[in-house]
């Protein structure tokens, strides 16, 4: 904490010396001085593991008589087929759809009653490497809501009917997504970006469709079992206490003999033009992304993209929302996401810059998105701006330390990239720990302007020509003739 | 990022106020508690009045190291001037640019840039700025409200900028959003006479046709101690706090002119109507139903909201099992009640599943309504959504921010934080009884006004 309480000075003298060069008295003319630094508070992460070789992980904090608790199995999306896309998430959906609950089978209707009795809805979903079931509950409900989350994950009923409703509904779903400019951009990018690596698979209306009960069937035996996972507490709760619960309810949980299958990613294997433009008649704004590689999860160098991603659009006073909003005002807000996978070789992250802006300053938006990311290697952070980002990083990290949903997050995260819990506090030394000599480095490795790819969806009549000088040979195409199965982003020709 | 009006914040607030327990409860694993002893701690605070009319609330709770700090200024959307709809929210986006002694987003120097956060939203009745730092950045961030809520000083090119951005705001929440201009629909067709008839975000004509000077005139007329509730909460000691606060903001002056209010009384609406809104992108219609509601004072307000929470809340409420779940005829359901300090509305709405007609969902939201406003209500339903409403309340209580903002709505919407704590007792007290009341009273006996939202050129 010593590095934050130097990191936190130096910003403020930096302010007094720079931009307010002005004589004048703090708590008059400057802000007043800050105090002496309070060091964050990062609790015991302790472990036990049951013979099945469940993990239980418990986050001790007992102000509040209120626990979270999400159990995490190796099961994600990366193992879908890709015509099958959804898979993963779909068998996520179905375990509240149907179980057997002592001795006998409850419906979906049943476990919904029965969980949010409890004080929560029954959260269930699936990632690229994991799918989790989560509950908050107030301290009494714990065992109740520990005993719903084993039988639906154990004795799913995973029932035909209930695939063909929740199927007709996440069709519904991804119909609203589609005809949303900025979330369509996101999906077009992803797979232009990814393209025939099993982390660009997409779900859409046709790989819902081809998904059958034998396959879900077949992932939930495959691959939700207690090798590989762990449950994680957080709130008023002991190790022990946790123990005792856990092992009530997933003592018994027999690891399958057949090992999990392997399911592991591959690097960005891209087949799409560059630049893609897609028309969405009437839209109401046009969603820009520009996409560049990033590092895997498994690397050191992850903490250095961690804070190049924050120096490039992070926060408020990120450079790309400096650029496009602050001095432009060209829209609400824009930055940077990551996604970064635990793989060794190729390309194993996905740094996406993005926006919305209205569709006559859509090339405008691309094209300054695009300076910022190339700009991150020629003009790297001063010191005072990578403090700034860095302080960002750091005190996300330590508000998510507040609930106790944060940590159940910051456990599931640190477990699900196979690193020690104990590591967990390590996270404001190691980001202080990065030289704005190291972001320049990265960028430039990274992020040269021949690696971006650019994205945007909006009404192209309405926005004019200077799309066409983004590239070119641009991929242009209307929204409604997109594939997102396809790493081309169109259906190959018929003959 | 999203200095924003979040018109649909109301509703979780009050929500997450709903209910939350005491020390007592810390039950160890093995004791069943019975519901009645489910309860929330209450949030403990200090308040006074400095002698300029600035309400002061101190919420000490030194868990962990950060501190929370808003001021909440009587003044929204229903405020904005004539011709000027979005002007409140507008102006919020400006409370961030320069000031006597600050630089544009400075705050974000104060803030982001030492670790914390900083944003505001504008509602109907109240816009509020909340930051959060870690504590031992406290003193600047007062110095820093103080500042701006006394010498805002922006210039044209601020102000344009700025415009410009919130009309993209505009564009995003409103037309880029599929479902945007259904809910947009919601405040004219939910008032006729009353000011919350005009959306908080406004409209791109108004935003362009504000001037820098309007800005001036209303910081002049509304931002002032008289009209403002600073809450600290989180990691502070009381008497460091009350001195920084005399310092800084006991200074500030009272103006001598009065603040004006709002009148307008709404009128009891005498007939229902039907509206059909179009939109270019509308890929599955939709249906809105809005009836009058009190306001936020109101003795049914509670009720109202258990009753929201069985109709509208989770997988498991009326709406969602019956026409989302049991006949997939809606992809999505809900029920909304939204209390303002002056007048309320209350809204039931389905998007459509599959070819489901838009006209074909009144009926089956009506009957659920019906049915829950006439037909016994099990003890066990009761119990779950007031378990589901303290467990939430509980959790949003974990945080400093959480516990300023739930006494923030309190201030606003009760003229009492000491409503923060009483309301969920409220809330626990509500029986199947008082629900089917409410709903009789002011669904079933209210006139309706029914929105169809359906594509341009397709209905």
């Given at each position: 904490?010593?590095?934050?309480?130097?990191?936190?000075?130096?910003?403020?003298?930096?302010?007094?010396?720079?931009?307010?060069?002005?004589q004048?008295?703090?708590?008059?003319?400057?802000?007043?001085?800050?105090?002496?630094?309070?060091?964050?508070?990062?609790?015991?992460?302790?472990?036990?593991r049951?013979?099945?070789?469940?993990?239980?992980?418990?986050?001790?904090?007992?102000?509040?008589?209120?626990?979270?608790?999400?159990?995490?199995?190796?099961?994600?999306?990366?193992?879908?087929?890709?015509?099958?896309?959804?898979?993963?998430?779909?068998?996520?959906?179905?375990?509240?759809?149907?179980?057997?609950?002592?001795g006998?089978?409850v419906?979906?209707?049943?476990?919904?009653?029965?969980?949010?009795?409890?004080?929560?809805?029954?959260?269930?979903?699936?990632?690229?490497?994991?799918?989790?079931?989560?509950?908050?509950?107030?301290?009494?409900?714990?065992?109740?809501?520990?005993?719903?989350?084993?039988?639906?994950?154990?004795?799913?009923?995973?029932?035909?009917?209930?695939?063909?409703?929740?199927?007709?509904?996440?069709?519904?779903?991804?119909?609203?997504?589609?005809?949303?400019?900025?979330?369509?951009?996101?999906?077009?990018?992803?797979?232009?970006?990814?393209?025939?690596?099993?982390?660009?698979?997409?779900?859409?209306?046709?790989?819902?469709?081809?998904?059958?009960?034998?396959?879900?069937?077949?992932?939930?035996?495959?691959?939700?079992?207690?090798?590989?996972?762990?449950?994680?507490?957080?709130?008023?709760?002991?190790?022990?206490?946790?123990?005792?619960?856990?092992?009530?309810?997933?003592?018994?949980?027999?690891?399958?003999?057949?090992?999990?299958?392997?399911?592991?990613?591959?690097?960005?294997?891209?087949?799409?033009?560059?630049?893609?433009?897609?028309?969405?008649?009437?839209?109401?704004?046009?969603?820009?992304?520009?996409?560049?590689?990033?590092?895997?999860?498994?690397?050191?160098?992850?903490?250095?993209?961690?804070?190049?991603?924050?120096?490039?659009?992070?926060?408020?006073?990120?450079?790309?929302?400096?650029?496009?909003?602050?001095?432009?005002?060209?829209?609400?807000?824009?930055?940077?996401?990551?996604?970064?996978?635990?793989?060794?070789?190729?390309?194993?992250?996905?740094?996406?810059?993005s926006?919305?802006?209205?569709?006559?300053?859509?090339?405008?938006?691309?094209?300054l998105?695009?300076?910022?990311?190339?700009?991150?290697?020629?003009?790297?952070?001063?010191?005072?701006?990578l403090?700034?980002?860095?302080?960002?990083?750091?005190?996300?990290?330590?508000?998510?330390?507040?609930?106790?949903?944060?940590?159940?997050?910051?456990?599931?995260?640190?477990?699900a990239?196979?690193?020690?819990?104990?590591?967990?506090?390590?996270?404001?030394?190691?980001?202080?720990?990065?030289?704005?000599?190291?972001?320049?480095?990265?960028?430039?490795?990274?992020?040269?302007?021949?690696?971006?790819?650019?994205?945007?969806?909006?009404?192209?009549?309405?926005?004019?020509?200077?799309?066409?000088?983004?590239?070119?040979?641009?991929?242009?195409?209307?929204?409604?003739?997109?594939?997102?199965?396809?790493?081309?982003?169109?259906?190959?020709?018929?003959? | 990022?999203?200095?924003?009006?979040?018109?649909?914040l109301?509703?979780?607030?009050?929500?997450?106020?709903?209910?939350?327990?005491?020390?007592?409860?810390?039950?160890?694993?093995?004791?069943?508690?019975?519901?009645?002893?489910?309860?929330?701690?209450?949030?403990?605070?200090?308040?006074?009045?400095?002698?300029?009319?600035?309400?002061?609330?101190?919420?000490p709770?030194?868990?962990?190291?950060?501190?929370?700090?808003?001021?909440?200024?009587?003044?929204?959307?229903?405020?904005?001037?004539p011709?000027?709809?979005?002007?409140?929210?507008?102006?919020e986006?400006?409370?961030?640019?320069?000031?006597?002694?600050?630089?544009?987003?400075?705050?974000?120097?104060?803030?982001?840039?030492?670790g914390?956060?900083?944003?505001?939203?504008?509602?109907?009745?109240?816009?509020?700025?909340?930051?959060?730092?870690?504590s031992?950045?406290?003193?600047?961030?007062?110095?820093?409200?103080a500042?701006?809520?006394?010498?805002?000083?922006?210039?044209?090119?601020?102000?344009?900028?700025?415009?410009?951005?919130?009309?993209?705001?505009?564009?995003?929440?409103?037309?880029?959003?599929?479902?945007?201009?259904?809910?947009?629909?919601?405040?004219?067709?939910?008032?006729?006479?009353?000011?919350y008839?005009?959306?908080?975000?406004?409209?791109?004509?108004?935003?362009?046709?504000?001037?820098?000077?309007?800005?001036?005139?209303?910081?002049?007329?509304f931002?002032?101690?008289?009209?403002?509730?600073?809450?600290?909460?989180?990691?502070?000691?009381?008497?460091?706090?009350?001195?920084?606060?005399?310092?800084?903001?006991?200074?500030?002056?009272?103006?001598?002119?009065?603040?004006?209010?709002?009148?307008?009384?709404?009128?009891?609406?005498?007939?229902?109507?039907?509206?059909?809104?179009?939109?270019?992108?509308?890929?599955?219609?939709?249906?809105?139903?809005?009836?009058?509601?009190?306001?936020?004072?109101?003795?049914?307000?509670?009720?109202?909201?258990?009753?929201?929470?069985?109709?509208?809340?989770?997988?498991?409420?009326?709406?969602?099992?019956?026409l989302?779940?049991?006949?997939?005829?809606?992809?999505?359901?809900?029920?909304?009640?939204?209390?303002?300090?002056?007048?309320?509305?209350l809204?039931?709405?389905?998007?459509?599943?599959?070819?489901?007609?838009?006209?074909?969902?009144?009926?089956?939201?009506?009957?659920?309504?019906?049915?829950?406003?006439?037909?016994p209500?099990?003890?066990?339903?009761?119990?779950?959504?007031?378990?589901?409403?303290?467990?939430?309340?509980?959790?949003?209580?974990?945080?400093?921010?959480?516990?300023?903002?739930?006494?923030?709505?309190?201030?606003?919407?009760?003229?009492?934080?000491?409503?923060?704590?009483?309301?969920?007792?409220?809330?626990?007290?509500?029986?199947?009884?008082d629900?089917?009341?409410?709903?009789?009273?002011?669904?079933?006996?209210?006139?309706?006004?029914?929105?169809?939202?359906?594509?341009?050129?397709?209905?």
């Amino acid at each position: 904490m010593k590095r934050l309480l130097c990191i936190a000075a130096t910003t403020v003298i930096s302010i007094i010396g720079t931009a307010w060069a002005q004589q004048g008295t703090p708590g008059v003319e400057l802000p007043p001085l800050p105090g002496p630094e309070r060091p964050i508070v990062v609790p015991d992460f302790e472990e036990q593991r049951l013979a099945n070789g469940l993990r239980v992980v418990v986050a001790r904090r007992a102000n509040l008589p209120i626990v979270s608790v999400a159990l995490q199995m190796r099961a994600g999306s990366v193992a879908d087929p890709n015509a099958k896309a959804g898979l993963a998430d779909m068998t996520a959906t179905l375990l509240a759809k149907g179980a057997r609950r002592n001795g006998r089978v409850v419906n979906a209707t049943q476990i919904a009653r029965q969980a949010e009795a409890l004080g929560s809805t029954l959260g269930s979903g699936a990632g690229a490497q994991s799918t989790t079931v989560s509950m908050t509950v107030n301290t009494a409900k714990l065992p109740d809501a520990v005993a719903l989350i084993a039988d639906v994950v154990r004795q799913p009923t995973l029932d035909a009917a209930e695939l063909d409703r929740a199927r007709a509904q996440a069709i519904d779903g991804l119909k609203v997504t589609l005809s949303d400019p900025g979330a369509l951009s996101g999906l077009v990018a992803h797979r232009a970006f990814w393209g025939t690596s099993p982390y660009g698979s997409l779900t859409t209306p046709a790989t819902l469709a081809a998904i059958t009960r034998a396959d879900v069937v077949a992932f939930h035996r495959a691959h939700l079992r207690p090798d590989g996972a762990a449950i994680v507490f957080a709130g008023d709760i002991t190790l022990a206490q946790a123990v005792l619960v856990a092992q009530r309810s997933f003592g018994s949980w027999a690891a399958p003999t057949r090992n999990a299958p392997a399911a592991a990613g591959t690097g960005a294997a891209p087949a799409a033009p560059r630049t893609v433009l897609v028309n969405l008649p009437g839209s109401g704004q046009s969603g820009v992304v520009v996409s560049a590689p990033y590092v895997s999860s498994a690397q050191a160098e992850r903490r250095t993209g961690q804070v190049a991603q924050a120096v490039l659009g992070v926060g408020y006073s990120s450079r790309l929302n400096q650029e496009v909003r602050i001095k432009r005002g060209l829209s609400y807000g824009a930055g940077a996401r990551a996604q970064a996978h635990p793989i060794a070789d190729g390309v194993a992250g996905m740094l996406s810059a993005s926006a919305t802006t209205n569709h006559s300053t859509a090339a405008q938006v691309a094209e300054l998105l695009r300076g910022e990311i190339v700009r991150i290697a020629s003009e790297p952070p001063s010191s005072d701006e990578l403090a700034a980002r860095q302080a960002t990083i750091v005190g996300g990290f330590a508000r998510q330390l507040e609930t106790t949903g944060g940590l159940v997050g910051v456990a599931a995260d640190q477990i699900a990239n196979g690193r020690a819990l104990a590591d967990i506090g390590t996270l404001p030394a190691e980001i202080n720990a990065i030289t704005s000599a190291q972001v320049r480095d990265f960028a430039a490795r990274h992020w040269p302007r021949d690696a971006l790819r650019t994205v945007v969806v909006g009404d192209l009549k309405a926005a004019g020509d200077a799309l066409m000088k983004l590239d070119a040979q641009p991929l242009v195409i209307e929204a409604q003739r997109l594939d997102l199965r396809e790493a081309g982003l169109t259906a190959p020709a018929r003959p | 990022m999203n200095h924003g009006p979040t018109r649909r914040l109301l509703l979780q607030a009050l929500g997450a106020t709903a209910l939350p327990l005491p020390a007592a409860a810390q039950s160890t694993l093995r004791v069943r508690v019975s519901e009645s002893t489910l309860r929330v701690p209450g949030i403990e605070f200090a308040q006074r009045t400095l002698a300029n009319g600035l309400q002061v609330i101190a919420q000490p709770d030194r868990t962990s190291a950060t501190v929370a700090v808003q001021v909440w200024y009587r003044v929204g959307g229903k405020d904005d001037p004539p011709g000027r709809s979005g002007f409140a929210h507008l102006f919020e986006h400006m409370m961030f640019k320069s000031t006597r002694y600050m630089k544009s987003e400075q705050f974000d120097r104060l803030t982001e840039d030492v670790g914390g956060d900083n944003n505001a939203f504008t509602a109907e009745d109240v816009t509020a700025y909340h930051s959060v730092v870690p504590s031992n950045h406290l003193e600047r961030l007062l110095w820093a409200e103080a500042e701006r809520m006394a010498h805002l000083a922006v210039d044209d090119a601020n102000f344009k900028s700025e415009r410009a951005v919130v009309q993209e705001e505009f564009r995003q929440r409103v037309l880029a959003d599929p479902y945007g201009l259904l809910f947009n629909a919601i405040a004219p067709n939910a008032f006729d006479v009353h000011p919350y008839k005009r959306p908080v975000v406004g409209s791109i004509e108004d935003l362009d046709a504000a001037t820098v000077d309007d800005v001036r005139a209303f910081h002049v007329t509304f931002y002032r101690p008289d009209n403002a509730t600073l809450i600290v909460a989180g990691d502070f000691e009381t008497a460091r706090l009350d001195e920084w606060v005399d310092r800084y903001f006991g200074a500030l002056r009272r103006p001598s002119t009065p603040i004006p209010r709002v009148s307008a009384q709404e009128p009891p609406r005498t007939q229902g109507r039907e509206v059909d809104l179009h939109a270019p992108n509308v890929p599955l219609p939709a249906v809105m139903l809005l009836w009058q509601a009190p306001n936020a004072r109101h003795a049914d307000s509670a009720a109202l909201d258990v009753a929201q929470a069985l109709l509208g809340a989770g997988e498991s409420s009326r709406l969602n099992e019956s026409l989302v779940y049991r006949q997939r005829i809606a992809q999505t359901a809900g029920f909304d009640v939204s209390l303002y300090a002056d007048a309320g509305t209350l809204s039931a709405y389905a998007i459509a599943a599959g070819k489901t007609a838009p006209q074909q969902l009144v009926a089956p939201l009506m009957h659920e309504i019906e049915r829950l406003a006439r037909a016994p209500i099990a003890a066990a339903e009761m119990d779950k959504v007031k378990t589901r409403l303290l467990t939430a309340a509980l959790a949003s209580r974990q945080t400093p921010s959480g516990r300023a903002m739930a006494l923030g709505w309190s201030v606003i919407l009760r003229n009492d934080p000491n409503a923060a704590n009483r309301d969920l007792d409220a809330l626990q007290a509500v029986t199947a009884a008082d629900v089917q009341r409410v709903l009789q009273r002011h669904v079933l006996g209210g006139k309706r006004v029914t929105i169809h939202y359906t594509q341009a050129g397709k209905a």
